[in-house]
Structures are given as structure tokens and as C-alpha cells.
């Protein structure tokens, strides 16, 4: 399998801060790979720097052999990365399937139609079945974003991103602020994509890492200590010290 | 659903038949009255799409009515002074058409600008660039400068006679009504979608790969060329056209109206403008400290009917 994302002695520094240090990573296609650090290692930074909201210092990053270090994130997003957010971001006045309308290639490549209703188009309907089928929220298509609990956003959120038909989603702690049997859901729900799709998961919750990932690399102070699979990394001496809190 | 949708079609009629039956008997007023008030709420209108459905508060809107008023003023004023001969006309497509190239270039000028910004940098900067067209006016003084300019002809379309009054108010309704569909049409479209995306969360939309710059541009020139058309109305029905109606507090009154009536909303700008125009007279004929009452109104209306007039319908 082709290296989908490769990026080589990535750098960022903010002021004194060292966000990012000589980083070198690369993704499979189809894997699911994990980045795991204690809390500021740089992980959404890295994130960041993936999806073009910031650039980095120094270093390249290459998506499908092409060079996008420089690109910016709505152009790299037209060429098939997708992100989901920490903290959720979603449109929360429109609908459940307004939502997911908008992360569509259909609706981004016409979007200067003016004058064709949007809510006619019956080429959507079945994207949208599709994608909320997936995430479990299909009893929920007609519902204001702002009527749905925290977990429910977050699964639309995965939804929103299997939507826009990236080859490479990054998914930034979608556990963060779930219950256990959100929790619960949403690890179930990632190991269905598992495979459909490259996906890069930045996680706090080791339980759901270590049941998902195919590879895992651990980042500390900006720098990855280690890559390997769950079970090398688990007895990883190093690891355990810096982060794992010797389990 | 029915009451509201009857309630709505009966206050258009009344819009429509009222007036002309005031006029036919001897009360021509009110058939002014609600020219102005159809005018202003073709303004709201505009405004409305990108107060309303892209959330850009701008407060310079007044400045496109004043583009469209002068846009009527100016080549019929060389048209009887001479001067200038190839702007001097008094044909009314001509005028249009000067009024929505003017007004269109003036929002994709300033909108390139102020689009840069948000908030209430936003709005300070959109009202800045309204009170630049507001001076310009005012130190040219073959228009006028600040005493104005009477606009001695008013202009020609075939088969209307703007300077009949009837005329002038069918005129100003009819454009009303299509503005208030177009307007429809846009925020019911993939772009009306998009744009109200951006409203709610503008950071999401750059992320799903939305040129989000772009698109709020499209919406403020479109708003900017349909309060450019109102303004060729206005122009035409007031015959008369000064630097002060482009002054910024003209854009209050017009984001007002828009506020008053419910925001985002299709009768909204209309109901605002209604509201508006009548209190302004009512409360006027009372007072001269009318602008009190008023300004209580508008709080009363942002604390306790949040959506305006309009959310009062859609309980």
C-alpha cells in the first residue's frame, strides 16, 4: 500500500514555544493511525498544520505524492483532506441534513447556483441517508442542529466528514466531553469506517486507541518518541514513562 | 399555517388596494405614504439578504439609495442643463441600468474592503465608506452639494408615466413583490444554503472547502444592486435627491426596518418598513421628539420578540 500523507522534518515554533520538532510521519493508505501525548504535546497543532489552518516553520507535507505544505485549508479540503474538530463545529441554526448538505462536493461545485432550490435536488437524498445511516442519526434528519445532544453533533460531525468523500479524514478527539455509552457508540462507529477510509485519529481515551488504531505514534514536546503497533507500543519502555504512566 | 399564510397575502392586498382607494377619494397622501413605504421596504429587502441570511451587519446601506437616487438625478439634471452630453438622458433604462452598474461596482469596491473584516469593525468600516459617498456628494456643487438636487424630469419608461402618481405607486409595489421573490428564490438556492452556513459558522464552512470571502462578496453586491434599484424609485418619486439621505443615519433607519420586521425572514423587511413609515408619521404628527418613542420601541422589540414582528406569525 502508498503512503497517503507523508510529511518530512515538519517544524513550528510559536514565540518560545516548540510545537512541533523535526516531525516525521507517514500514513498508510486504509490504516487507521493514531497520534497519543500527554495534553500540549503539539497534537492538534500537528493537526493544524495537516489541514493548512497554520503552516509550518520548515518541513514538507506531501498528500497522494503532491506537495501541500502551503496549501490553504479550503483548498486542501477540495483535494480530499477532511477534519473534524475538539471542540464540535457545526451549523447549528440549519438542519440535521442541511448540515450535511453542505459538506457535499455537489453543493461546494455548485454553489453559485442561485436560483434552483437546494432542498429539491434528489441527487442529495441519498448521500444523506447514506452518511446518517452510518453514524446512526437517520431518525434525526429533519431536526435542528440545536436540538441534538453533545454526542449526537459529534456524530454528525463524523457524518459531515464521510460526506464530503475525503480520502484522508483527521479526526481531532472525537471522544472529547462523551459519555460511556457514547463513548461506547462512537468507538463502534469508527471501527465500521475502519478500513472504508484513511483516517488519522487524535484520541485522549487509551481504551478506544488501542482498540482501534493500526498503528500509533506517541508525541511528546512536539516530537514522536515512537511508531508502531498498538501492542509494540503498549510494552514500549519509553512510552510508558513519558505518557502511559507505566500500565 | 393557513391564518398565517392568509394573514400574510391579506396585508399585501391591503398594500395594494387601500392606497388607490385612499387616492380616488380625495386623500392622495396615503397614496404617497405607501410609495415611500414600498420603496423603503425594497431597501429593507436588500439589506435583509445579507443582515438577515449572511449575517453582515452593515450600516451603510443608505449610501446604495442614494447611488440609485443620484443615478436618476445627474444625467436628467445635464439632460435640461446640458454639459456632460454622454451621460445627459432621461431615459429611464438608462438610469436603471447607470444605478445598478454604479451601485453593484460601489458594493464590490468597498465590499472587497470591508469583507475583510467582522463585527463591528464591519460595521464601523461599511458606515465609513457610506459617509465617503456622503461627502463626495456634498462637495460637488453642480449637484447641489448638501442643498440638494431637484430633479426636474423624472424618468422615461414606455407605457408608464412615473409622473402619475397611481403609476409611481404600481410601479414601486410591482418591484416589491419581485424583490421579495427574488429574494426568496436566492436564500432557498444552493448559494442561499451556503450563505447561511457562513452566517452560522464561517470557520466550518473554510474548512469543508467553501470560499466563504467569496461568497459573502456576491451576497453584499447583489444587497448593494437592489438598494441601488430602490433608490432610482426614490429619486423618481421624491424628484428631489440631497447628500442626507445617503447619511448614516438613514442606514439606521433602513437596518430598523430589517430588524423591526424580523430578520431572515421574507415579509420581514415588509413588515418593518409598514411599522416604520406609520409611527414615523403618527408619531411625528404628536411629537418632534418622535425619534424617543421610537428608540423604545426597538428595545421593547429586540428584548421581548426576538425574530422581530415577524416571530409574532410563526408562533
Same mark, same amino acid.
Given at each position: 500500500?502508498?503512503?497517503?500523507?507523508?510529511?518530512?522534518?515538519?517544524?513550528?515554533?510559536?514565540?518560545?514555544?516548540?510545537?512541533?520538532?523535526?516531525?516525521?510521519?507517514?500514513?498508510?493508505?486504509?490504516?487507521?493511525?493514531?497520534?497519543?501525548? #500527554?495534553?500540549?504535546?503539539?497534537?492538534?497543532?500537528?493537526?493544524?498544520?495537516?489541514?493548512?489552518?497554520?503552516? #509550518?516553520?520548515?518541513?514538507?507535507?506531501?498528500?497522494? =505524492?503532491?506537495?501541500?505544505?502551503?496549501?490553504?485549508?479550503?483548498?486542501?479540503? %477540495?483535494?480530499?483532506?477532511? %477534519?473534524?474538530?475538539?471542540?464540535?463545529?457545526?451549523?447549528? @441554526?440549519?438542519?440535521?441534513?442541511?448540515?450535511?448538505?453542505?459538506?457535499?462536493?455537489?453543493?461546494?461545485?455548485?454553489?453559485?447556483?442561485?436560483?434552483?432550490?437546494?432542498?429539491?435536488?434528489?441527487?442529495?437524498?441519498?448521500?444523506? =441517508?447514506?452518511?446518517?445511516?452510518?453514524?446512526?442519526?437517520?431518525?434525526?434528519?429533519?431536526?435542528?442542529?440545536?436540538?441534538?445532544?453533545?454526542? =449526537?453533533?459529534?456524530?454528525?460531525?463524523?457524518?459531515?466528514?464521510?460526506? @464530503?468523500?475525503?480520502?484522508?479524514?483527521?479526526?481531532?478527539? #472525537?471522544?472529547?466531553?462523551?459519555? #460511556?455509552?457514547?463513548?461506547?457508540?462512537m468507538i463502534a462507529l469508527l471501527k465500521r469506517l475502519k478500513g472504508q477510509q484513511t483516517i488519522l485519529l487524535i484520541e485522549h481515551d487509551m481504551d478506544a486507541v488501542f482498540a482501534l488504531a493500526d498503528q500509533i505514534s506517541v508525541l511528546v514536546s512536539g516530537e514522536i518518541i515512537a511508531t508502531g503497533k498498538p501492542n509494540t507500543i503498549r510494552r514500549d519502555s519509553e512510552v510508558q514513562s513519558a505518557y502511559l504512566g507505566g500500565i | 399555517?393557513?391564518?398565517?399564510?392568509? &394573514?400574510? &397575502?391579506?396585508? $399585501?392586498?391591503?398594500?395594494?388596494?387601500?392606497?388607490?382607494?385612499?387616492?380616488?377619494?380625495?386623500?392622495?397622501?396615503?397614496?404617497?405614504? /405607501?410609495?415611500?413605504?414600498?420603496?423603503?421596504?425594497?431597501?429593507?429587502?436588500?439589506?435583509?439578504?445579507?443582515?438577515? *441570511?449572511?449575517?453582515?451587519?452593515?450600516?451603510?446601506?443608505? /449610501? *446604495?439609495?442614494?447611488?440609485?437616487?443620484?443615478?436618476?438625478?445627474?444625467?436628467?439634471?445635464?439632460?435640461?442643463?446640458?454639459?456632460?452630453? &454622454?451621460?445627459?438622458?432621461?431615459?429611464?433604462?438608462?438610469?436603471?441600468?447607470? /444605478?445598478?452598474?454604479?451601485?453593484?461596482?460601489?458594493? &464590490? $469596491?468597498?465590499?472587497?474592503?470591508? $469583507?475583510?473584516?467582522?463585527?463591528?469593525?464591519?460595521?464601523?468600516?461599511?458606515?465609513?465608506?457610506?459617509?465617503?459617498?456622503?461627502?463626495?456628494?456634498?462637495?460637488?456643487?453642480?449637484?447641489?452639494?448638501d442643498d440638494g438636487l431637484v430633479i426636474n424630469t423624472r424618468s422615461q419608461i414606455p407605457l408608464i408615466n412615473l409622473d402619475d402618481p397611481i403609476q409611481m405607486f404600481l410601479v414601486s409595489f410591482s418591484s416589491l413583490i419581485f424583490f421579495m421573490w427574488l429574494v426568496q428564490l436566492i436564500t432557498k438556492s444552493n448559494f442561499g444554503l451556503i450563505l447561511s452556513g457562513i452566517k452560522d459558522n464561517e470557520a466550518r464552512m473554510v474548512s469543508l472547502g467553501y470560499n466563504v470571502y467569496l461568497h459573502k462578496l456576491i451576497a453584499f453586491v447583489f444587497s448593494g444592486i437592489i438598494c441601488g434599484f430602490a433608490g432610482v424609485l426614490l429619486g423618481n418619486f421624491t424628484t428631489f435627491i440631497s447628500p442626507e439621505m445617503i447619511d448614516w443615519s438613514r442606514s439606521g433607519e433602513l437596518m430598523f426596518m430589517v430588524i423591526l420586521g424580523g430578520v431572515a425572514t421574507v415579509m420581514g423587511p415588509l413588515f418593518g418598513a409598514i411599522v416604520f413609515v406609520i409611527l414615523e408619521e403618527v408619531l411625528s404628527s404628536i411629537t418632534i421628539y418622535w425619534h424617543l418613542p421610537f428608540g423604545l420601541l426597538l428595545i421593547a422589540v429586540v428584548l421581548f420578540f426576538r425574530g422581530g414582528l415577524s416571530s409574532l406569525l410563526s408562533k
Open positions: 500500500m502508498a503512503d497517503i500523507l507523508e510529511i518530512k522534518n515538519l517544524n513550528k515554533q510559536f514565540g518560545g514555544v516548540i510545537a512541533t520538532k523535526d516531525l516525521n510521519l507517514s500514513i498508510l493508505e486504509g490504516e487507521l493511525h493514531a497520534i497519543i501525548g #500527554p495534553n500540549g504535546a503539539g497534537k492538534t497543532t500537528l493537526i493544524s498544520q495537516i489541514f493548512g489552518q497554520i503552516f #509550518p516553520d520548515s518541513g514538507q507535507i506531501f498528500f497522494q =505524492d503532491t506537495n501541500v505544505t502551503k496549501v490553504s485549508e479550503y483548498k486542501k479540503s %477540495r483535494l480530499g483532506i477532511n %477534519r473534524t474538530f475538539q471542540i464540535t463545529s457545526v451549523m447549528k @441554526s440549519l438542519t440535521v441534513s442541511e448540515n450535511i448538505q453542505l459538506a457535499t462536493d455537489t453543493t461546494r461545485e455548485n454553489s453559485f447556483n442561485f436560483f434552483k432550490a437546494s432542498n429539491n435536488q434528489y441527487t442529495f437524498f441519498k448521500k444523506i =441517508d447514506f452518511c446518517l445511516r452510518q453514524v446512526g442519526l437517520i431518525e434525526a434528519i429533519n431536526q435542528p442542529v440545536a436540538s441534538l445532544s453533545h454526542g =449526537d453533533c459529534r456524530k454528525l460531525e463524523i457524518a459531515m466528514a464521510l460526506a @464530503s468523500d475525503a480520502q484522508l479524514l483527521l479526526l481531532d478527539e #472525537p471522544m472529547a466531553g462523551l459519555g #460511556p455509552t457514547e463513548t461506547k457508540e | 399555517m393557513q391564518f398565517i399564510r392568509s &394573514f400574510k &397575502f391579506l396585508i $399585501l392586498v391591503s398594500l395594494l388596494v387601500l392606497p388607490i382607494i385612499f387616492n380616488q377619494i380625495g386623500m392622495s397622501f396615503y397614496l404617497d405614504l /405607501a410609495t415611500r413605504l414600498c420603496i423603503l421596504a425594497i431597501a429593507a429587502v436588500g439589506l435583509n439578504l445579507i443582515l438577515g *441570511y449572511g449575517g453582515m451587519i452593515s450600516f451603510g446601506h443608505a /449610501a *446604495y439609495l442614494g447611488l440609485g437616487a443620484y443615478a436618476v438625478g445627474i444625467p436628467a439634471h445635464h439632460w435640461l442643463y446640458g454639459g456632460l452630453d &454622454f451621460l445627459a438622458t432621461n431615459n429611464g433604462f438608462i438610469h436603471i441600468t447607470i /444605478a445598478i452598474v454604479i451601485s453593484g461596482l460601489f458594493a &464590490f $469596491l468597498t465590499g472587497l474592503i470591508c $469583507l475583510k473584516t467582522k463585527g463591528v469593525y464591519f460595521i464601523m468600516i461599511t458606515m465609513a465608506f457610506s459617509q465617503m459617498a456622503y461627502y463626495l456628494f456634498v462637495s460637488i456643487e453642480e449637484y447641489g452639494s
